[in-house]
């Protein structure tokens, strides 16, 4: 249970807090004595949440109406927002010319559109206190693209694109924005991805359907797929850092490939650089 006498508790709005990364910061934060308010988009994970003491709200990034009337309901009950953790999102997996537009609009609809929907109705309250901190949680494929994750790719892209602007404009505040860009962490993110595939993805006469074969048995696999894997404690970590920072850094890199990457991009020209993601990207194996 949290610590009400913790000096300096902040109040915390978490997004996609059910498993993973925004569990495990719900939960983290909430034991060192900061008041966590929890989002998830079923509400039978809201309800178990509060079952364990946290103050969970049901909210559905990909409808605007359910992104409205949560926040509608977490500022009448909260007169102060210190930090958003923008760390809703999923993946769907396949091949750029097997996504149809309903596919790319699915995708974009959690992970850019509701994301900013949630920062943008929050920053007046953060505007009128005079303070505030915005991270987003990216991804290592967020500036370096994977082949068979493309619209994943796109949307963290787009995500850091919307943050660096942002970071600009809030210049002349005292609201802070950080991207948080984990690379390979346990999860449930690759059982949610095999969904996502299913779902949208027609492997019938596409070109990839032997790619799609050894994707579909790393979506299937128990375990970690990819080197350097991490828990969703290094998340938590790095979210406390950015807490207690008084001047946050734009980007917090916090995986190995995530930081290797990063160095590569700004050194390698273009053609080897894309023989290595692909060789990282497992060509859809890992």
Partial sequence: MPNNDMKNAQTILI????????????????????QVIACCRRPDDVARLQAEGFYSVVMDLADSQSIEQAVATILNEFKQIDVLFNNAAFGLPGAVEDLSRDALTHQFETNVFGTQQVTNLILPRMRRQ???????NSSILGFAAMPYRGAYNASKFAIEGLADTLRLELKSTNIQVSLIEPGPIRSKFRANAYHQFQQWIVTENSAHQQQYQAMIQRLETEGDTAPFTLGPEAVTDIVQKILSAKSPRARY???????????????????????LLIKAGGNGKR
């Fill in 15 to 34: 997004t996609g807090c059910s498993s993973g990364m925004g569990y495990d910061a719900a939960k983290t934060l909430s034991q060192l004595g900061h």
């Fill in 253 to 275: 890199p916090v995986t190995v490939p995530t930081k290797v990457f990063a160095l590569l991009k700004r050194i390698l020209p273009t053609f080897w650089l894309d023989q």
């Fill in 130 to 136: 005079g303070f505030g901190k915005i991270i987003y």
